[in-house]
């Protein structure tokens, strides 16, 4: 990576100012135009023949499970500015299907620790596991995924999937057009820094889509990331040797639906978009974000 300029964060308490961007090398990421404001809501898109692995092309094309068949634990990964709480209403869904379900309590203080300590929830789990992340819960779960065959697929719900050596710093750099950076205030613990999202931004940046009163329960209740995990690089992406779904959010405020869609494209993802979903899109569309998990379970059964 060439030098990332870093992005100021205003300190809590402190007035509004401008914010930099970074300056971030270009070609990471296939180059993906904007999110059309025509694009149906739930189009797939065909990942173009080539792009995904041999283990990818294999297991997407596989049978349902059969009757007899035991269910995959799904395992659900939260990102920043939230908690397990978000997938409420996808685990409810998922439970009346039958599914085990674990809704991890990611640290949110570091790209490899986080990761390390969801790998080590996947280590204390038999039999198969579709692995779903939000957010920054995509990064973790690329790392974390390495090195368990029993994880039968990624499902990326609005969520970084970087490549080796990238930051989800880079990534929003390389597809300008977040709003995070500019609303995130930083609290200091013993340490580090922790950063939020101004409650007065929460809604529009992060769950805008979401009703008022429930946005503001979840800028509450937001769980802060430790403000270096922003810049932490990937280590080797599981989604190279593991199929992969992923869910983009049409109107994402926080990370750019480009960006979103390019990983994914990279990535070789099945991939569904949702017109006008905001960042929350598991809270504001669970039957999407619960179909597309079904999915993965469907075709690596």
């Known amino acids: 990576m060439t030098d990332i300029e870093p992005v100021r964060f205003r300190p809590a308490g402190q007035p509004r100012r401008k914010l930099l961007r970074s300056a971030l090398a270009i070609g990471t990421l296939p180059l993906v135009p904007a999110l059309s404001a025509a694009t149906p809501a739930g189009t797939a898109y065909t990942t173009p023949a080539g792009t995904a692995s041999a283990a990818h092309t294999a297991t997407t094309t596989a049978a349902s499970s059969g009757p007899s068949a035991p269910r995959p634990t799904v395992v659900l990964v939260h990102g920043a500015f939230a908690d397990s709480s ?33 790998s080590s929830v996947l280590d204390t ?24 065959p029993h994880v039968k697929a990624l499902v990326y719900v609005a969520a970084f999937a970087p490549d080796q050596g990238e930051s989800a710093l880079a990534i929003l750099g390389q597809y300008p057009g977040s709003q995070l950076p500019p609303v995130l205030t930083v609290r200091p613990f013993p340490g580090g820094q922790d950063a939020y999202v101004d409650p007065a931004d929460f809604r529009q940046v992060f769950a805008a889509d979401v009703p008022d009163r429930e946005a503001r329960l979840m800028a ?25 779904w992923f869910l983009v959010a049409g109107a994402d405020r926080a990370i750019p639906p480009a960006a979103e869609r390019a990983m994914a494209l990279r990535a070789g993802s099945r991939t569904e978009v949702i017109r006008g979903a905001s960042h929350a899109v598991m809270v504001s569309h669970p039957d999407a974000a619960t179909h597309l998990i079904e999915a993965a379970a469907r075709a690596t059964a």
Not at 133 to 148: C, E, P, R
Not at 232 to 241: F, M, N, Q, R, Y
């Open 86 to 118: 978000s997938w409420g209403a996808v685990i409810s869904r998922l439970q009346r299907r039958g599914h085990p379900v674990i809704g991890v309590a990611n640290p949110l203080r570091g790209l490899a620790g986080d990761s390390a300590y969801v």
């Open 125 to 148: 789990i038999p039999g198969p596991v579709i692995l779903a992340g939000h957010s920054y819960g995509g990064a973790v779960i690329t790392n974390a995924a390495v090195g368990h």
């Open 220 to 244: 509450a209740g937001q769980r802060p990331l430790a403000l270096g995990a922003f810049a932490e690089p990937s280590g080797a992406p599981a989604w190279k040797s593991i199929p992969s």
